[in-house]
Every structure is written in structure tokens, then in C-alpha cells.
């Protein structure tokens, strides 16, 4: 059996199976799910920004 393979979700910090890979960062299914959703408005929506930004400060780094 094999093991699963976990990554840590770079959102909720948790780590799941399965997701996505954005760049070097992984986003799992539910968090996904969850920006997909969210609306501009809604206050998630600026701290799922703030999340995905890291992402691309650490690609500029
Ligand atoms: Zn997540």
C-alpha cells in the first residue's frame, strides 16, 4: 500500500492529498473550492489575496 502523499496547503495550512499546484504553492480542493466561491465583496476574499500573494513575492524573490 502505498503512502499518501501530503502537501501543505499554503491557505488553511493544513495538509491534504488533493489540490492544486499554483507555481511552487499547493492550494487543496477545499480551499479552492472556497475562492471559487467567494465572492469579491466578502472578507475572505482579501485574506485568500493576501495568501496567494505570498506566492508570488516568493516567485519575485
Ligand atoms: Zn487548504
Do not use: H, W
Given at each position: ?45 482579501s485574506?485568500?489575496i ?12
Open positions: 500500500m502505498e503512502d499518501p502523499v501530503l502537501v501543505k496547503c499554503i491557505v488553511c495550512g493544513e495538509e491534504k492529498q488533493e489540490g492544486i499546484q499554483i507555481a511552487s504553492e499547493f492550494i487543496c480542493d477545499a480551499c479552492e473550492a472556497e475562492i471559487v466561491r467567494t465572492d469579491v465583496m466578502d472578507v475572505k476574499y485574506f485568500f493576501r495568501q496567494l500573494k505570498q506566492i508570488f513575492y516568493k516567485q519575485n524573490a
